[in-house]
């Protein structure tokens, strides 16, 4: 396979302006992906700061009622409040040892512009944050989150007002200031090296849950699953399990059902194209235009995904479903009430396909759900969708 | 000789930009008209995107203008077609992100574009790393492939995209996306020279010119051209409604723009 591709899928597909920054950056990975001292220092923030390793817990009520024994792999208690931060701190760290003197990053759900701000804080690196003038009224809490923490947020009023033109607006800063910003790209989408780096620092997930599991039940789960946008977390648990006999499964935005075109399922729905500098699964139409998307998790609000997840898709190593909003709504409650655990709207859709795919499994079956954040910033919004009422 | 050949032999070249659709298909077909009329050498004309990432916010408000007046790819070959009837001569060059390419298969793209009369294309986000499967088709069709070359492109690279290009090169004056800016960044004398000594194709200089001193300054480089966008997109969006004086303004900006092609006279000394 050639460098920077999964299958046909990955590349890089930008302006000539940006190509001497990937180039730079992939040397760089390759370099600091070889030194210890590296190594060391990140180690010990995901330990010491980020409090990693998460915990892989055993849901027993859910267990009973769904009749097979299901985990929650626990990334909603990593500081910040979801996976994020395994990224946001290996690509700051990364940025340090380039020289880089300021991080950009664009969000959706708000959860990667707060782990960015948190990494940039850690860290002494001035931070700014592109968000969708749409997801900084959804996510509110959020954006104060990160102004609380030094970093400056950019609603973005062109487009869609979304992730998309959130991610759009951070490639164009980055175009004009690569000398000394670094993009911290939240997702393993965009051009290589990005999608290779994201998952690598995303890996920590999977090889804690593999280690965890072994200790706990002595062999590998029957079922891993993970909600997918642009698939950072999925990755992140999925690829140290892809060489194993387990069922691994992404967890697509549904939105209003597949057949109502609002929704953000691109490996369920869409096709094949060039999207933010990379070839992977995208929702657009006969000429090649980005279709606007829609999910109820503004992290899963996109038109595309990472192109790893394209080539998994291909190869049928992986199962991608869709849950829609209503389904992800359900689970949001219910692991809330049966657990005590309030999951992030985008681990709700992981959490829905959950309880559908117990059926599949006998008592003695292991599930294992990456519960990728925590839901305290979807809280408001899902009593407005109710009007209160829980 | 190519319309583009042809163009270059006597350079310098004022090179207008446009988004096809913007403000309509229709209306958009008059702004070619009136900007051709009013002196540009060669037309560059944007194919609409839903994400224009190589664009500031003045050509991509263009771009999402084009879309919600309902542009289509085929629309933008139809108007290619009906500028090439009004002006034989003119060489034409489509501006476009490489997902529209892809979506339609490339074969079929050049082959529309070569039949609607466009004389190359230029694809900004599609580096030479990445151009195997659309230089054969773009060769096929006769269709020049324009090369960008930017300030961060390292002098290897350079040399790569060189080898493939024909037509002429276009030279991104600056770290950044298009609009305009109050001056030019002063290394853009040393890139033109730069790239003047390892090919004999023509120079164009685009991304921030928006002033007759600008061409003025880029013509004294030693470039063959430039490269006007969003100065006259700008335009086209502050007269909205008004077509008449969306012409005028064109026709005034491109006329004065096109001064800075003639070196400054000698000033008299008594």
Same mark, same amino acid.
């Given at each position: ?210 280690? /965890? ?62 999207? /933010? ?114 | 000789?190519?319309? $583009? ?6 350079? =310098? ?69 009906? $500028? ?42 599609? =580096? ?22 930017? =300030? ?101 900006? $491109? ?7 003639? =070196? ?7």
């Amino acid at each position: 396979m050639k460098a920077g591709r999964y299958g046909v899928y990955g590349g890089q597909y930008v302006p000539e302006t940006l190509m001497s920054a990937l180039i730079e950056l992939e040397e760089t990975y390759g370099r600091i992906r070889e030194d210890p001292g590296f190594s060391r220092r990140l180690s010990w923030y995901l330990r010491e700061y980020a409090g990693r390793e998460t915990p892989l817990t055993y849901c027993g009520n859910l267990s009973r009622d769904l009749g097979c024994r299901v985990y929650l792999k626990r990334e909603d208690l990593l500081h910040g409040g979801a996976h994020k931060l395994n990224n946001t701190l290996g690509q700051a760290l990364m940025a340090k040892f380039m020289g880089k003197r300021r991080l950009i990053a664009e969000t959706g759900a708000g959860q990667h512009g707060v782990a960015t701000a948190i990494a940039g804080a850690a860290l002494g690196l001035p931070v700014e944050v592109y968000m969708g003038e749409v997801d900084t009224r959804r996510q509110a809490l959020n954006v104060f989150r990160m102004e609380l923490l030094g970093a400056r947020v950019v609603p973005v009023a062109s487009g869609t007002r979304t992730l998309k033109d959130a991610i759009n607006a951070a490639m164009r800063d980055w175009v004009a200031n690569l000398r000394e910003t670094h993009y911290l790209l939240g997702s393993c989408v965009g051009p290589h090296p990005f999608p290779r780096i994201v998952r690598d620092f995303q890996s920590v997930i999977g090889e804690e849950t593999r280690r /965890q599991i072994l200790e706990r039940e002595g062999r590998l789960p029957d079922t891993v699953v993970a909600c997918v946008g642009g698939g950072s977390n999925a990755i992140g648990i999925f690829y140290p399990f892809v060489g194993d006999d387990v069922a691994l499964v992404g967890v697509e935005a549904g939105g209003e059902g597949l057949d109502s075109g609002r929704h953000g399922a691109s490996l369920s729905a869409g096709s094949v194209g060039v999207f /933010q500098g990379a070839l992977s699964y995208l929702l657009q139409d006969g000429d090649g235009q980005a279709l606007e998307t829609h999910s109820v998790a503004a992290g899963l609000d996109h038109p595309s995904v990472g192109p790893e997840h394209a080539m998994l898709k291909d190869s049928g190593r992986v199962r991608y479903e869709a849950v829609t909003d209503a389904e992800a709504l359900h689970a949001f409650r219910r692991l809330s009430r049966t657990e005590g655990i309030i999951p992030a709207l985008e681990s709700a859709h992981a959490v829905a396909y959950a309880l559908r795919a117990a059926d599949d499994l006998d008592k003695d079956g292991i599930l294992v759900v990456n519960l990728s954040g925590r839901g305290d910033k979807d809280v408001a919004d899902v009593a407005n969708l109710h009007g209160g009422v829980a | 000789m190519s319309r $583009i050949d042809a163009l270059f032999a006597r350079s =310098p070249a004022f090179i207008g930009f446009t988004v096809a659709g913007d403000p309509g298909i229709e209306a958009s077909l008059r702004v070619a008209k009136a900007m051709i009329e009013a002196g540009v050498d060669l037309l560059e004309i944007a194919i609409p995107y839903s994400d224009p990432v190589a664009d500031g916010p003045v050509i991509e408000r263009a771009h999402v203008r084009a879309l919600r007046a309902g542009t289509t790819t085929d629309d933008v070959f139809a108007l290619v077609r009906r $500028i090439r009837e009004h002006a034989p001569a003119l060489p034409l060059v489509l501006f476009t992100y490489h997902n529209i390419i892809h979506r339609r298969g490339p074969d079929r793209f050049f082959s529309e574009a070569a039949a609607a009369g466009a004389d190359g294309v230029l694809i900004v986000d599609l =580096p030479v790393e990445e151009s195997g499967e659309v230089a054969p088709c773009a060769a096929r069709y006769g269709i020049d492939r324009i090369a960008l070359i930017a =300030p961060t492109t390292s002098p290897e690279r350079q040399h790569a995209i060189l080898s493939g290009a024909s037509g002429f090169v276009y030279l991104i004056s600056l770290e950044g996306v298009t609009g305009e800016r109050d001056r030019l960044p002063p290394g853009i004398a040393g890139l033109v020279g730069a790239v003047r000594e390892k090919t004999g194709l023509p120079l164009a200089v685009g991304f921030g010119v928006s002033r007759p001193e600008h061409v003025r300054t880029v013509v004294a480089a030693g470039a063959n051209g430039v490269i006007v966008g969003s100065a006259l997109v700008r335009l086209i969006e502050e007269h909205a409604g008004d077509e008449a004086g969306m012409q005028d303004a064109l026709r005034a900006a $491109i006329a004065a723009l096109r001064r800075g092609l003639v =070196p400054d006279p000698e000033p008299d000394i008594p």
